[in-house]
């Protein structure tokens, strides 16, 4: 029997509501049965980021001949720094059925929405704009600076929300995976439910 190609799933938002927050509480429970996609950044590592763990750190150059090879399935660029999905990992573990689960900015998500249209769009909206503040300046990792472009482009980012096929709010981390995690159940159950009617209709039942 054909094994069925895993479920990608896109999780992205703004900047500071909590990505990494809920992706880590989501892959430290027990019952996960997704993979997490490393993403390549040329962003210097914050203390305690290791490589090949949080980020493949890369240079600029490495970045841009990989861009060149076509190695990425999606990149883009974040406040002076470029980010992007190795395309290897994610058809490798998808192709074997298993799911794989990308945490990244909404420029990406909106590429992946042309090239991979079956995946599955999550967007983490945050309870408001002041409280997106409050969380980049409470995670204390950028200057001032950083944190105003940051709001600045969230603002932005908001915007894109309607291009996702759910909106979940992060007002508190275990909410937002249980969330998660059932909009992936759902979706799973609705897959096959579409397929199996497909399925009869072509044997004309
Ligand atoms: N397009 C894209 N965005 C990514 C990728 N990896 C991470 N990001 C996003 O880039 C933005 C900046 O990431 P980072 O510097 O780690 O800051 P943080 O997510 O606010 O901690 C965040 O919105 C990430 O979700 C990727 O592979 N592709
Ligand atoms: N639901 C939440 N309630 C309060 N603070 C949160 C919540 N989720 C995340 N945070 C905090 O907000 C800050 C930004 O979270 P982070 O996961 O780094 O965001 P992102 O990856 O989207 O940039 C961190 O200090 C984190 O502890």
Same mark, same amino acid.
Request: hydrophobic share 35%; aromatic share 8%.
């Given at each position: 029997?054909?094994?069925?190609r895993?479920?990608?799933?896109v999780?992205?938002?703004?900047?500071?509501?909590?990505?990494?927050?809920?992706?880590?509480?989501?892959?430290?429970q027990p019952?996960?049965?997704?993979?997490?996609?490393?993403?390549?950044?040329t962003?210097?590592?914050?203390e305690?980021?290791?490589?090949?763990?949080?980020?493949?750190?890369?240079?600029?150059?490495?970045?841009?001949?990989?861009?060149?090879e076509?190695?990425? +399935?999606?990149?883009?660029?974040f406040?002076?720094?470029?980010?992007?999905?190795? +395309?290897?990992?994610?058809?490798?573990? +998808?192709?074997a059925?298993?799911?794989?689960? $990308?945490?990244?900015?909404?420029?990406?998500?909106?590429?992946?929405?042309?090239?991979a249209?079956?995946?599955?769009?999550?967007?983490?909206?945050p309870?408001?704009?002041?409280? $997106?503040?409050?969380?980049l300046v409470?995670?204390?990792t950028?200057?001032?600076?950083?944190?105003?472009k940051?709001?600045?482009?969230?603002n932005?980012?908001?915007?894109?929300?309607?291009?996702?096929?759910?909106v979940?709010?992060?007002?508190?981390v275990?909410?937002?995976?249980e969330?998660?995690?059932a909009?992936?159940?759902?979706?799973?159950?609705?897959?096959?439910?579409v397929e199996?009617?497909? $399925?009869?209709? $072509?044997?004309?039942e």
């Amino acid at each position: 029997m054909r094994k069925e190609r895993g479920l990608l799933i896109v999780l992205s938002g703004p900047s500071g509501v909590g990505k990494g927050t809920v992706r880590k509480e989501l892959f430290s429970q027990p019952n996960t049965n997704y993979e997490y996609s490393i993403s390549m950044t040329t962003r210097q590592p914050r203390e305690g980021e290791v490589d090949g763990v949080d980020y493949f750190f890369k240079s600029r150059e490495a970045f841009e001949a990989l861009i060149e090879e076509g190695g990425l +399935l999606e990149h883009a660029e974040f406040v002076g720094n470029y980010y992007g999905t190795p +395309l290897t990992y994610v058809n490798e573990t +998808l192709d074997a059925g298993r799911d794989v689960f $990308l945490e990244i900015e909404v420029q990406g998500a909106a590429q992946i929405r042309e090239k991979a249209p079956d995946a599955l769009f999550i967007f983490l909206a945050p309870p408001s704009i002041s409280e $997106l503040r409050d969380r980049l300046v409470g995670r204390g990792t950028e200057t001032e600076e950083v944190i105003a472009k940051r709001i600045a482009t969230a603002n932005e980012e908001v915007e894109m929300m309607n291009l996702y096929d759910y909106v979940v709010e992060n007002d508190e981390v275990q909410n937002a995976c249980e969330r998660i995690n059932a909009i992936i159940m759902a979706e799973h159950c609705r897959r096959e439910r579409v397929e199996k009617r497909y $399925l009869s209709m $072509l044997k004309g039942e």
